[in-house]
Structure formats: structure tokens, C-alpha cells
């Protein structure tokens, strides 16, 4: 009997249907991928974009000569003997002075409504007369840091009920917020501070920022880049290309392997023993950190390394010592432009795993409160040896905070972060495809 | 040197011997791949080596260029002599030896970049040229010998694995004989080809035997009588039959050649 191709036999219709079936998991798979991406994208955009966003209160100041520039001479030195807590009760007099313009009736206490500025705004004017000393004995308008609660409450953070609770504020000082910006004094712009300041107490969560994060973090990955990319490279080129196949050097790769799979706080420790207890480098310094990264990211490098040599078509080497090029010669004309996308890709995987590392860093003090930015090099701490903190660790931190201002600004950091990975791993897809060599 | 030579060319017979093999062995680890193998290659001949697959002709041909260098479970004993010089002595560099013994692969295999390159890359490595000019020179020249000049000399800029399969191969034949070797090591370099542009490279193979000795492996015994003048048979790495080619197709001594060209092992 002949069977018919128009009717599908009872084996094909299974095995189709198996087929349909396992296509279905797949799709299922990626939706629900997708959704926890979408949902954890939600979340991050949703509490962090906030933090680049920040309240300002503009104030015509009076800066009299009598209180910051006795003298009359305009000497930095004399003048920069008036601190910060010189500077705070021009600002709170000048509120003062705008909201008894404006015909805002309140009976909240000077000292209460000093509070609505932030204490950190002291030290913005502070350094702009410092900077420019001619200001002194003129009246200037400046943009002044509002305080975190009253950030908070045109964030909508801060609420009536939450304030009547709260010992910083009260509905009261909301309310003068109010006025004040219905009479067009409170200003909300692009935080550019955020990526600029460094860390700031727990009263000032308003003024703290990523400055001291970012430049510490670039300090360890050039750190890691400088060190992790030619020892990466050269191991992979040698174990791949020139060292004999035996027993030792089996040894070595399977280790590397599991290098790549060790825990990164063993890393910290590592670090914290080798570096700081032995070696004698400061703590929390940005070289440590990024020795102990360094040591982290080379097996992924040197894994990714001799993945793309590998992929190079024998029959290239073939070509090259036919024609009579030394193994040298071959490897480095030949073979090491064919896998560069590869290893630059690798690389840069590395790099972004690197960069987003926290556990060991914790174990290097790179958790501290920094409060000045960290020069390149110092003499008595040598290149990158002062302490910083690094965008991860910086998260983390912020996270322990009480304030909850500080949760806006960690997923502020977060959202920081990921901007740098994305930045990384879209250079990593250009290099791919601009060195990219068919044959 | 010079009397050595002369004293190689007074042993040789009707044609002067260009690599001699005596008692070549190879081991791939554990394997024993070329069981004690004797033969004579004459000068400006083409010499095909045939036999069925993994009978260690390519594996041979690997050693006159010592290729087998690079695979680490190799070993080679023996000797194999080149102009009378044994080219497995401790003192001769394999990278000098493969600029004089050029190969061509079975899979045509430039290099990812411009057919200029590709045949420049060898002279400038061994430092063949002075100038521009000259290396300009020995291109044209190379590229003229391996009957591409003509397709290529509009596109010398052109990535050379742009090129047809065919063209490919000449491009290697082309590079190979760009280091001015004596001898061209050829592993069945026409067996990723059609018959158009095999029968293009064959014609190559019998030009190029003016100037050099060329020894061919390849599977196809209708190609080994085209255009080779000697065959050697090889079977399970020993070498059975080496004679005139004419001989190998017509009477062979040994019944393990005549069951092979007549198909009935292999």
C-alpha cells in the first residue's frame, strides 16, 4: 500500500508537534526574560531618575564686607579665614528677607527656615566669593542647594504626613516651599553636581555625588587595562601558540579555568593580605583595587585570549611558516590580527565584569567615606595610591544609609553604571565589527 | 660546499638528484606513520606521490619542508638531504629551509589581505627585495608564473580571498614561488577545485617544472599521469613503487600498485 504525501503519517505529526512544542519553551523562555529585564529596567529608572534631578531656591544674597572681608583688602588669606558657618546665616537672613517679600506668613523659627537651604549651599557661596573675591559688599543672586526634605517633597518623597512625623522638617517648612515656588523661586535643573561632587554626609544627602566614584573607578580599570591586557594576551599567546602540550601545561589551564570560577571576595582577600598587609600599599587606594581586578579579570581575558586564537584557521599558520615566517612572525603578522576583535572583545567583557565588582573591594577598605578627590599621583602614595571609592562600592554604601534620600542617589549610581557598561559593551560590538576580517 | 656539489652531481645519473630520503621513519605519537622510506627526487621534474587516504604521502611531503615541526607528537628519524644537505641537522633553521622548499596547501589559503601582499609577504620577511621597486618586480614576476598577473593586475589592491577557488590557489602557488624556492611542495592542491580551473593548475604545475622540482601528492591518479614524470606509491606508510610514471600506469612490479590504479583498493 502507497501512503498518500497529502496526509501527514502519525510519526511525522508527533515529531512536529514536539517540534512546535519546543519552539513554544523557547519563546516562553525569552518572554520571561524579557519580562524581568523590563521590570528590573522599571525599577532602577523608576526610583533613580530622580537623582538627576535636583531642587534649587534662587536668593538675591547680601554679601556685607563688615562679616566676610574685615580688613577691606581682599586678601584670600584673611578672607578664607570666615568658614562655612560665616556664610550660613547671610543665607538663612536672606530667606528670611524673601519670604517676608513675598508676604509668606509662617511661624517657623529662623533657625527652621535656615533649614530649607541646604548646608552645603554655605560652602557653594563660600567658594564662588573665595573664587572671586570682588562680590564681597554686593548683593548677587545665587541658586541655592535646597535642602534634601524640601528636594524630597517636589520629588514627591517627602509628604505632609511623612513630615508631621519627621524631626528635620515639618508641614510647615513645606508649606513655605510651596509659596516659594509659587512665587517662581524654586527652581528644579539637571543635576551635573551629582556626577561631580564627592560623597556627602548624612545630613547633606542633597550634595552628595559620583565624582570621587567615577575617577576611582577609571583609576582601577586604567589600572587593570594597563596590567590585565599584555599579561592576558602574552600568557594566552604562549600557552596557545608556543608551549609544549604536556603535562604542566595542562596544569596551568585548568587552572586558569578555575581561577575564572573562584568567588571574587577570595580576590579581596588575596589582596588584603598581598597588597596591603604584605606589600604595604595604602588602603582603600584605587592601585589596590586594581591590582586586585587585575587578578580577577585576567583568566576571563586569557580564556576569551585563546578562544579567538583558536578560532584562527590553522591553515593561516600553514600559510605563514610554508612561506618560510619564523613562529614569531606568524603569530604576530598573522594570527593576532585575526583574533584582535576577539581579544578586544574579551577584554572589554573583563573590563565591564571588573568594573562592576564589589565584593573585593570591600575587603580593601574601598568602602570608606571619601570626601576630597583623589589625586593621580601624591608623593607619599605613589600613582593612584590615594583612597577613592568606586561606583559599585559607592551603591552599596549609599544603600546603608538611613536617610532615604540616599536610596534615589544609590539607584542614581546604578543607573550611572549601567550607562558605563552599555558605553563599554557598545565599544566592544563597534571594535568587533571594524576589525573583523573575513576569509 | 662547492665540492660537495660537484661531488652530488657526479653521482647522479641521467637527471641530478634534488632531495634524497634515506631511511625516513615517522612516528605521530604511538603511530607509525612512514615505515623506512627510500627515494631519490630528480631536479626540474614533477614527481607525484599517490596512494589511498592515510598511507602517509602528505605526511612525507610534510617532512621534506619539515611542517611536521609544528606538531609536537611528531618525530621524524632519518635523513632527508636536499642538494646533499640534511635538512633535519641541528644546525639548519626550519624558517630558512621553507623559503627554499615552498609549499602549496591542499585548501587555497591567502592570507586575509590584498593579493599583493599575499605574494609580497614572503620576500619581505626574508628580505629578497631592496625597494619597492624590486619587490614590485618579484610580484609581477610571481604573479606572471602562476598565470594571474593577467586577472590580477587591475585589483593587486583587492583582499586576495576575494578571488575565485581556482584563483586562490594560483595566488598560493604564487606566493609560494615568490621566496624563489628550488623546490614546490604541493599537497593535493586541486582537490577543493573544479575541473576548469584544476585543469589551469595543471598546466601551472608542468610550466613550473622549467625551473623547479616539484613534488605533488594527490588522489587522482588520472592527475599524478598528466602530469607527473615519476610516481611513488604509497601504502599503509610504506613506500611500495617509485618509477617512471608510464611504468607505475602501465606495468607496475608490485600487484599492491596494480590493485590500486586499477581500483580495487584505496
Not at chain 2, 122 to 127: F, R, S, T
Not at chain 2, 147 to 158: C, F, H, I, S, Y
Request: charged share 20%.
Amino acid at each position: 500500500m502507497t501512503t498518500s504525501l497529502l496526509t501527514a503519517d502519525a510519526r511525522t505529526t508527533k515529531r512536529n508537534k514536539a517540534e512546535a512544542r519546543f519552539k513554544a519553551y523557547g519563546l516562553g523562555a525569552i518572554i520571561l526574560a524579557m519580562v524581568a529585564l523590563v521590570f528590573l529596567l522599571g525599577s532602577v529608572l523608576g526610583n533613580g531618575l530622580s537623582a538627576f534631578q535636583q531642587t534649587y531656591i534662587t536668593l538675591d544674597v547680601t554679601l556685607p564686607e563688615e562679616k566676610l572681608d574685615k580688613s577691606g583688602e581682599r586678601d584670600l588669606a584673611v578672607m578664607s579665614k570666615v568658614t562655612t558657618i560665616g556664610y550660613a546665616p547671610l543665607l538663612r537672613d536672606a530667606l528670611i528677607a524673601a519670604i517676608e517679600a513675598q508676604g509668606i506668613e509662617t511661624t517657623l523659627s529662623k533657625k527652621d527656615i535656615g533649614n530649607l537651604i541646604s548646608k552645603e549651599a554655605a560652602a557653594t557661596v563660600r567658594n564662588r566669593v573665595l573664587a572671586n573675591p570682588d562680590l564681597v559688599g554686593q548683593t548677587v543672586t545665587f541658586d541655592l542647594l535646597a535642602s534634601g526634605r524640601i528636594d524630597g517633597y517636589f520629588k514627591d518623597r517627602v509628604t505632609m504626613e511623612s513630615a508631621a512625623l519627621d524631626s528635620n522638617t515639618s508641614p510647615e517648612a513645606l508649606m513655605i516651599a510651596d509659596a516659594l515656588k509659587d512665587a517662581g523661586m524654586v527652581a528644579t535643573k539637571f543635576n551635573w553636581n551629582f556626577f561631580i561632587w564627592a560623597d556627602a554626609s548624612d545630613q547633606r544627602p542633597e550634595a552628595a555625588g559620583l565624582g570621587v566614584a567615577i575617577l576611582g573607578s577609571l583609576y582601577m580599570m586604567a589600572v587593570v587595562l594597563c596590567l590585565a591586557l599584555p599579561i592576558g594576551v602574552a600568557t594566552s599567546i604562549y600557552l596557545e601558540e608556543f608551549a609544549p602540550k604536556n603535562r604542566w601545561t595542562d596544569v596551568i589551564e585548568v587552572n586558569i579555568s578555575n581561577l575564572a570560577a573562584v568567588p571574587s571576595i577570595v580576590f579581596g582577600i588575596l589582596g588584603l593580605a598581598i597588597f596591603i598587609n604584605f606589600m604595604q600599599f595604602n588602603q582603600s587606594s584605587p592601585l589596590v583595587g586594581g591590582l586586585v581586578l587585575t587578578l580577577m579579570t585576567l583568566p576571563t581575558i586569557i580564556i576569551s585570549t585563546r578562544a579567538a586564537l583558536k578560532s584562527v584557521p590553522p591553515s593561516i599558520r600553514d600559510a605563514a611558516l610554508g612561506v618560510g615566517a619564523s613562529k614569531m612572525q606568524s603569530v604576530f603578522h598573522h594570527v593576532l590580527p585575526l583574533a584582535a576583535p576577539g581579544i578586544l572583545t574579551g577584554t572589554i567583557i573583563g573590563l565591564a565584569q571588573a568594573l562592576g565588582e564589589t565584593a573585593p573591594l570591600l575587603l580593601i577598605g574601598m568602602v570608606a567615606f571619601v570626601r576630597e578627590y583623589p589625586a593621580a599621583f601624591s608623593p607619599d602614595a605613589g600613582l593612584f595610591g590615594e583612597p577613592a571609592v568606586a561606583l559599585p562600592v559607592q551603591v552599596y554604601n549609599w544603600t546603608q544609609r538611613s536617610d532615604p534620600a540616599f536610596f534615589e542617589r544609590a539607584f542614581g549610581a546604578v543607573i550611572t553604571l549601567l550607562v558605563f557598561l552599555l558605553i563599554m559593551n557598545a565599544v566592544a560590538i563597534y571594535l568587533r565589527r571594524r576589525f573583523e576580517r573575513r576569509w | 660546499m662547492e665540492d660537495m656539489y660537484h661531488a652530488d652531481r657526479a653521482t647522479s645519473t641521467m637527471q641530478d638528484i634534488k632531495i634524497s630520503a634515506k631511511n625516513v621513519q615517522v612516528h605521530y605519537g604511538d603511530t607509525h606513520a612512514i615505515k623506512d622510506v627510500n627515494v631519490e627526487i630528480a631536479d626540474k621534474t614533477v614527481t607525484a606521490f599517490i596512494g589511498p587516504s592515510g598511507c602517509g604521502k602528505s605526511t612525507f611531503l610534510r617532512c621534506i619542508n619539515r611542517m611536521n615541526d609544528t606538531i609536537d607528537i611528531c618525530r621524524v628519524a632519518g635523513d632527508i638531504l636536499i642538494d646533499g644537505e640534511d635538512i633535519y641537522d641541528p644546525k639548519v633553521d626550519p624558517v630558512q629551509l621553507r623559503a627554499k622548499v615552498g609549499m602549496v596547501f591542499q585548501k587555497p589559503n591567502p592570507f586575509p589581505k590584498s593579493i599583493y601582499d599575499n605574494v609580497a609577504y614572503g620576500p619581505k620577511i626574508h628580505g629578497l627585495a631592496r625597494n619597492k621597486a624590486e619587490l614590485d618586480e618579484i610580484v609581477e614576476k610571481s604573479l606572471r608564473k602562476a598565470a594571474l598577473w593577467n586577472e590580477a593586475k587591475d585589483r593587486l589592491d583587492a583582499p586576495g580571498t576575494g578571488l575565485s577557488g581556482g584563483q586562490q590557489q594560483r595566488l598560493c602557488i604564487a606566493r609560494a614561488i615568490a621566496t624563489a624556492p628550488e623546490v614546490l611542495l604541493m599537497d593535493e592542491p586541486c582537490s577543493a577545485l573544479d575541473p576548469i580551473a584544476t585543469a589551469q593548475v595543471e598546466e601551472l604545475i608542468d610550466e613550473l617544472r622549467q625551473s623547479y622540482s616539484v613534488v605533488i601528492v594527490t588522489h587522482s591518479m588520472q592527475q599524478a599521469a598528466r602530469v607527473s614524470q615519476k610516481t611513488a606509491f604509497f601504502h599503509l606508510g610504506n613506500l611500495v613503487e617509485y618509477d617512471d610514471t608510464d611504468k607505475i600506469f602501465t606495468n607496475p612490479e608490485d600487484s599492491r600498485t596494480e590493485s590500486y590504479i586499477s581500483g580495487r583498493i584505496g
